[in-house]
Structure formats: structure tokens, C-alpha cells
């Protein structure tokens, strides 16, 4: 009779385990160099949604140092399965991207049915693509906070956030520069002996 309640009670646990996986959404690339001028494209993924779980909204802040790197623009969707929020592509749950001094905030509903999202939903994909320009040598972070994730049935997904950054290197001048530039300084020097 023990055993059998210690049974039903581990597995219990762990159908309330199994039930409350966790969803993770990341900024990828995890870390990236890029030189002074140069764009970065980085991806908001979500992934480890399940057979009875898919996304139906969702509300995200990325922090990132405005002095390293500046924000250009916020492309929402998976570039290969498109809006999986927008699934009956009727689109009118228009996203939105706020832009703060240090900060941008993704916002999106999907007008789509639960059963819809349940049964057409990707289990992993790109929620949006946000594109920097680098302004100076140095390092940022991108950190990424979850606000809210919501299921198919409008109630909040267990989720985990992981972060990035970014270091913005100063490119060296590459070797034929100096060595055009010292043949340059030699011209101008025989050109100054003939006169």
C-alpha cells in the first residue's frame, strides 16, 4: 500500500514536471564581434513549446548600451515560416516595437484561434529580427526580459530569458594601406629632390 502511494506520488511530480516545461526565448547570436560601422542582426527565438502548448502573445524588453550601439529596426516573424503569430495571415495583430533611450519593446498578439495556434504553430521559431549599427570600439550587453508569454489559452507560459552581447572591435587598418601609404611618403619625397 506504500509503495503504491509513493508511486502515484512520483509520478504525479512528474506529469506537474513534464506539464510545466519550461520555454526558452534567446537572443542569438549568444555573442558576436563586429566592427565600427558595421550591422548586427540579432534574432528573438522561442523554443521548447510543446504538443499542448503554442504562443498566442508575448511582451519583451531588450536593454542594449546606447553609446556602442545604435537600433535601426525590428523585422517581426520567422524569416522561413513567416508570422507564427499571424497564422491565417490576416494581418491585424500588427506587432510594435518601443523605442527607449537604452531599451526596445516587443509586443504582439495573434488574433488566431487556440485551436489554430495549437495545431499549425511551429515548436521553435523566430519571433523577430532587430538590426543595430555599431557606433564606437567597445562592448554591450543585450539583455533580454521577459515581461509576459502567454499560451494558446492566455495564460502565462513558465519561460526563462537568455541574454547576449556584443563587442564592437576597432578595425586595424589593413597591411596594404601602410604599405600604399609609405610609397605614397616616397613619392612626395623624390618628387621634392627633382625640384
Not at 494581418?91 to 495556434?117: C, Q, R, W, Y
Request: charged share 10%.
Amino acid at each position: 500500500m506504500r509503495t503504491t502511494q509513493l508511486s502515484l506520488c512520483f509520478i504525479s511530480l512528474m506529469a506537474a514536471f513534464t506539464a510545466q516545461a519550461n520555454v526558452v526565448v534567446s537572443v542569438n547570436p549568444v555573442s558576436d564581434t563586429i566592427g565600427i560601422g558595421q550591422t548586427l542582426s540579432v534574432s528573438l527565438d522561442i523554443a521548447n513549446l510543446d504538443i499542448n502548448t503554442a504562443l498566442s502573445s508575448y511582451d519583451l524588453s531588450l536593454a542594449y548600451d546606447p553609446t556602442i550601439i545604435h537600433f535601426d529596426n525590428a523585422i517581426f516573424g520567422d524569416p522561413l515560416l513567416g508570422d507564427q503569430l499571424d497564422l491565417s495571415h490576416s494581418g491585424l495583430n500588427t506587432p510594435s516595437a518601443a523605442v527607449a533611450p537604452d531599451s526596445i519593446n516587443l509586443i504582439e498578439f495573434s488574433l488566431d484561434s487556440p485551436a489554430d495556434l495549437l495545431n499549425q504553430q511551429a515548436d521553435r521559431f523566430t519571433l523577430a529580427t532587430i538590426v543595430f549599427t555599431s557606433l564606437v570600439a567597445g562592448s554591450s550587453p543585450l539583455d533580454l526580459t521577459i515581461n509576459s508569454l502567454a499560451d494558446n489559452e492566455a495564460n502565462d507560459l513558465a519561460s526563462s530569458a537568455q541574454d547576449s552581447s556584443v563587442i564592437v572591435a576597432a578595425v586595424p587598418l589593413p597591411a596594404s594601406m601602410w604599405l600604399f601609404g609609405s610609397g605614397l611618403v616616397w613619392l612626395w619625397g623624390k618628387r621634392k629632390q627633382q625640384i
